[in-house]
């Protein structure tokens, strides 16, 4: 039994290959994630504007689709320049659950703006 519990505690190395993985996926996705945070920042003001009711509704939207846009551009480069066994990464799967998130948080936001 306690033989079995060695086992079962035993630390993995990454190998060198994992590594070497884990960088390229890290390379391609860096752009997206340098602009996530402004893409956020900017849906927030955005929201804010909204539910105040101030600002212009055609500048506004013209905000919210443009990061639309550049969501969805930026998906395209970062599959683009993924090659297909790196698919499944951990790190491309949060970037990919970001990009959800932030054209989920557009979406709100533009039927905001169509119900005013």
């Not at 090659?83 to 790190?91: A, K, S, T, V």
Request: hydrophobic share 40%.
């Amino acid at each position: 039994m306690e033989h079995v519990l060695e086992r079962a505690v035993r630390k993995t190395r990454k190998t060198a290959t994992s590594l070497l993985d884990a960088r390229e996926v890290r390379t391609a996705v860096a752009p997206v994630v340098a602009r996530m945070g402004h893409w956020q920042k900017t849906l927030t003001l955005v929201r804010a504007k909204v539910s105040r009711g101030r600002g212009d509704q055609l500048e506004l939207t013209g905000m919210c689709r443009a990061i639309a846009q550049e969501v969805a551009s930026s998906r395209r480069v970062v599959y683009g320049a993924i090659p297909d066994r790196l698919r499944g990464h951990n790190r491309l799967l949060d970037v990919e659950r970001s990009l959800a998130i932030v054209e989920a948080t557009v979406t709100e936001v533009l039927h905001d703006l169509a119900q005013q």
